[in-house]
T-cell receptor, first 113, second 115 residues
Framework: AQKITQTQPGMFVQEKEAVTLDCTYD???????LFWYKQPSSGEMIFLIY??????QNATEGRYSLNFQKARKSANLVISASQLGDSAMYFC??????????FGKGTMLLVSP | DTGVSQDPRHKITKRGQNVTFRCDPI?????LYWYRQTLGQGPEFLTY????????KSRLLSDRFSAERPKGSFSTLEIQRTEQGDSAMYLC?????????????FGPGTRLTVL
């Protein structure tokens, strides 16, 4: 079985600062994917970034980067230069067998002016 | 807009009634997923289809739940004899399996309230 742990229920950051959202995972699959999704108050899950377990380099997408440490089984999301619109729930997820996603409980990020 | 759409967005029903939700995936996507999300939790997998074949069902999906994707395009999720514990957001997602990118694209969800 797969498990995702997000230990930060809530995080506060000031606008323009960087923030790291923690994620650790547990899986027995030899090959897997790691995802981060954003869920604003409107409810829709928005894909942010993907990291394959065999990727040598950390994934980056604009202001988002994934700090992947395979030996520690961690996949932390780094958001640089936070914006007010970044305030939302953030979910880490792992993919099983190139199909279903297992999500953590999420971290609520609040960006203040 | 060619994203994933879901209908209805909100549904209020009385305990014991049947409800049906519809999901229209991104047109070229061959996989379609259903998830359920309760307050304070991340989404939980329910079932998924590749084209019209239902490939996997979670143990969360009791006998009161049934999903179909008859022509490999839209999908329906039916809940029979609803219970208060069925109150949740039901999320649909789609993906194009077979290419390098595996991200699932989610719809806006259907929020179900069972009174």
């Amino acid at each position: 079985a797969q498990k995702i742990t997000q230990t930060q229920p809530g995080m506060f950051v000031q606008e323009k600062e960087a923030v790291t959202l923690d994620c650790t995972y547990d899986t027995s699959d030899p090959s897997y994917g790691l995802f981060w999704y954003k869920q604003p108050s409107s409810g829709e899950m928005i894909f942010l970034i993907y990291q394959g377990s065999y990727d040598q380099q950390n994934a980056t997408e604009g202001r988002y980067s994934l700090n992947f440490q395979k030996a520690r089984k961690s996949a932390n999301l780094v958001i640089s230069a936070s914006q007010l619109g970044d305030s939302a729930m953030y979910f880490c997820a792992t993919e099983r067998g190139y199909s279903t996603l297992t999500f953590g409980k999420g971290t609520m990020l609040l960006v203040s002016p | 807009d060619t994203g994933v759409s879901q209908d209805p967005r909100h549904k209020i029903t009385k305990r014991g009634q049947n409800v049906t939700f519809r999901c229209d995936p991104i047109s070229e996507h061959n996989r379609l997923y259903w998830y359920r999300q309760t307050l304070g939790q991340g989404p939980e997998f329910l079932t998924y289809f590749q084209n019209e074949a239902q490939l996997e069902k979670s143990r969360l999906l009791s006998d009161r739940f049934s999903a179909e994707r008859p022509k490999g395009s839209f999908s329906t999720l039916e809940i029979q004899r609803t219970e208060q514990g069925d109150s949740a957001m039901y999320l649909c997602a789609s993906s194009l399996f077979g290419l390098e990118a595996y991200e699932q694209f989610f719809g806006p969800g259907t929020r179900l309230t069972v009174l």
